[in-house]
């Protein structure tokens, strides 16, 4: 590839003319670095030797274009010294400028360049060639809280199968569904196979770890239909933490991985061997990834609701920062995608929390404030009961809060502004998007009603009320940190929230704050009492064929939303999220 070059003679020898030094050394530069080696070669003394080693510098360093100039000369009789710089333009633009010495000589009244290595690079001897050496950058890993590793650069094993290409396509996914189930439960004959018809081609199986894949490698070999490949990745170090939110993540940072690569040029002996550094520019490697995720927290988290057959999920985070600390579903609930960031349900008796806090903002009740409890009452075209009917009488809203008297709340959401629990909502992280790289979230959805028996049934969670299990501990977190968190999953990717969330005034956050905890106390989460001082609010909501048991609360500087879906009773959702504190080590938030 010829380059364009700037040559210039900034100095001319005494008495040389235009046949001087300067003009021929211009000549012999400005030659080499159009990458005409043999017309820079001609210009001197040994014209073979010269054009060889031009061509090499060029090659050797895979150059793009080159520059060059002339400097000053000093002249010596029939001798003399010209100076030149040269900047050589390389792949991935890098750059190399440098500056050396031409000696020339003059011959029948001309001058020429007395060829030397050290035309090309002032330290390159005559034996010696050039040579580009690249350092690739580590690539980044991606850690979780505490510093561990959760993906980390390796090779991955590709298992593809073809079920045109299988002679025994029922011989073949037994066989592959026996050796994959150990690696990821599943994954089994009858999966493979229905995926397979459903691709119409090649289609993967699994991704195996270096480790995974020569633990099986041997009864895959000569699989008709089978095809394995091994390519880069980032690869998981524990298949059992949070998988789908990891591969998740991954999706996310693969294409930031990279660093830039450092690269050297070396010079090299007749014998093939470096033997001098001449440029060297180190490799910057891009930092690891910080993941918001705690292990101890996702792993209790996940043992919690692994302890129960019934679709259950948790989300766990961190008030004073919204760090999202743990995302834990168990296999029923993996079946419906995932449901913990973004599957909407009604929320029962802990949207309450949210009535409550839209009353006490419009100035009706405090927390001190007597409501009337009695075991069913009618509101337009509906009878709102409660929980088998119990009755409190007259109590203060703070108890009536601590019971979960659905005909208090329903009396207080009755009387609000027809869009009092859709703004109140939005204060507590409920309603807004939230774009969270390596997350897919959905908060909820409060809808303004001027329907009375609408906004009845919304205001304890039923009604047209859906809110995710990630929006609940939003809720929670509000509660406890006394505005809503941004939640965030991965370092340096700030999380965009697509509404405004002024914060609750401070009057509220403390009603709330001493009702939940009476909810501990002597409400419906007594259960929970011996886990240290805990927040909570307990829910029950009704749907077709049952009802979902909610707990969302929080201790300390972590809070939560756990949902059994269809789980009964919300002293189950109590119980699991008991396991969860439990199993944390002493001192945990």
């Known amino acids: 590839m010829l ?47 010269a054009a060889t080693a031009l061509a090499s ?30 900047e050589w333009h390389l792949a991935k633009n890098r750059v190399w400028s440098y500056t050396g010495q031409l000696q020339m000589g003059r011959v029948d009244g001309g001058w020429q360049v007395r060829w030397t290595a050290s035309d090309i690079h002032p330290q390159l001897g005559d034996t010696q060639t050039m040579a580009l050496r690249e350092t690739p950058a580590p690539r980044a890993r991606v850690n979780e809280r505490s510093g561990s590793d ?78 394995t490949s091994r390519e880069w990745d980032m690869v998981p170090t524990d298949r059992g933490f949070a998988p789908d939110l990891i591969t998740q993540v991954r999706k996310t ?45 996702q792993n209790a988290a996940q043992r919690a609701v692994d302890g129960r057959t019934d679709k259950t999920v948790m989300v766990v985070v961190q008030p004073s920062t919204g760090a999202i600390l743990a995302v834990a579903q168990n296999e029923s609930a993996d079946a419906d995608g995932p449901v913990a ?35 069913q009452i009618v509101i337009g075209e509906r009878t709102i009961p409660n929980y088998d009917g119990f009755s409190l009488g007259d109590v203060p809203m703070s108890q009536a809060y601590a019971r979960s008297c659905n005909t208090s709340f329903a009396k207080l959401g009755s009387s609000l502004a027809s869009d009092a629990l859709t703004t109140a909502a939005a204060k507590f992280g409920v309603g807004p998007d939230y774009s969270i790289p390596g997350l897919t979230t959905v908060s909820g959805s409060v809808p303004p009603t001027n329907d009375l028996t609408q906004r009845t049934e919304n205001s304890i969670g039923q009604g047209r009320v859906l809110v995710s299990p990630f929006g609940m501990a939003l809720v929670a977190a509000t509660v406890a940190h006394g505005s809503a968190p941004v939640p965030y999953l991965l370092s340096g990717h700030p999380t965009k929230v697509s509404a405004a969330r002024p914060a609750p005034s401070p009057k509220i956050i403390a009603g709330l704050r001493l009702m939940m905890r009476q909810v501990v106390l002597d409400g419906t989460a007594t259960r929970i009492a011996d886990q240290g001082e805990v927040y909570g609010k307990t829910g029950e909501a009704e749907v077709d064929g049952g009802s979902h048991s909610w707990f969302i609360g929080y201790r300390g500087d972590m809070a939560w939303a756990t949902l059994i879906v269809k789980g ?11 396991d969860m504190l439990a199993a944390l080590p002493a001192g945990a938030a």
């Open 3 to 49: 380059a364009a070059v700037l040559v210039a003679a900034s100095a001319t020898a005494c008495g040389a003319g235009s046949q001087g030094p300067v003009a021929a050394a211009a000549d012999f530069v400005g030659d080499f670095a159009r990458h005409d080696v043999h017309a820079a070669a001609g210009l001197t003394n040994q014209p073979d030797r």
């Open 57 to 86: 510098a060029w090659d050797n360093l895979g150059a793009q274009t080159m520059s060059a100039h002339t400097g000053s000369a000093r002249v010596d009789g029939d001798t003399a010294t010209v100076d030149y710089t040269y």
């Open 150 to 227: 959760v993906l980390i650069p390796g090779v991955v094993h590709r298992i593809t199968f073809t079920l045109a290409q299988a002679t025994d396509a029922g011989y073949t996914t037994n066989t592959l569904g026996s050796a994959l189930h150990r690696f990821d439960d599943t994954i089994t004959a009858n999966s493979i196979m229905a995926a397979a018809r459903g691709a119409g081609g090649a289609y993967t199986v699994a991704l195996l770890s270096d480790a995974e894949f020569t633990q099986v490698s041997g009864d895959l070999l000569g699989l008709p239909g089978v095809t």
């Open 253 to 297: 940072v693969i294409d930031e991985v990279d660093g830039k690569d450092g690269w050297d040029v070396v010079t090299v002996n007749a014998n093939g061997v470096d033997t001098d550094v001449l440029k060297e520019v180190a490799p910057q490697p891009v930092p690891s990834f910080a993941l918001s995720l705690d292990r101890t927290v």
């Open 341 to 375: 960031m973004s599957g909407l349900y009604p929320p029962g008796s802990t949207f309450k929390t949210v009535t409550a806090a839209a009353a006490m903002g419009a100035g009706v009740v405090t927390p001190d404030t007597v409501l009337p409890c009695p075991g």
């Open 568 to 578: 009964g009773s919300s002293d189950n959702a109590v119980a699991v999220t008991r």
